[in-house]
Nanobody, 116 residues
């Protein structure tokens, strides 16, 4: 059994920063990658950023230069530093853990709201 617990969301004004954290616990082995997705109302869930065990990162184009993903392998934790937040960043942010080639696990989500 795998559990993911996210934290760090909140309500901020445009231009502010937030740092999201996601801690993975349980039967964790063969980690492929960890990442952050988001889902705004009436929109599909989309990739924000992810990071592989080798450290390779991928970002959604609109967050490049503003968001930074990082991880602490010893703590099975992934972070998302979000700077210069915009109202269009408002969404529920979900953490995803991929084990091996096919096993994906999701957190419960944390709300990020950016006011203009």
């Amino acid at each position: 059994q795998v559990q993911l617990v996210e934290s760090g969301g909140g309500l901020v004004q445009a231009g502010a920063s937030l740092r999201l954290s996601c801690v993975a616990s349980g039967n964790i082995f063969d980690i492929n990658s960890m990442g952050w997705y988001r889902q705004a109302p009436e929109k599909q869930r989309e990739l924000v950023a992810d990071i592989t065990t080798s450290g390779r990162t991928t970002y959604k184009e609109s967050v490049k230069g503003r968001f930074t993903i990082s991880r602490d392998s010893a703590k099975n934790t992934v972070y998302l530093q979000m700077n210069s937040l915009k109202p269009e960043d408002t969404a529920v942010y979900y953490c995803k853990l991929t084990l091996g080639a096919l096993s994906d696990y999701w957190g419960q989500g944390t709300q990020v709201t950016v006011s203009s």
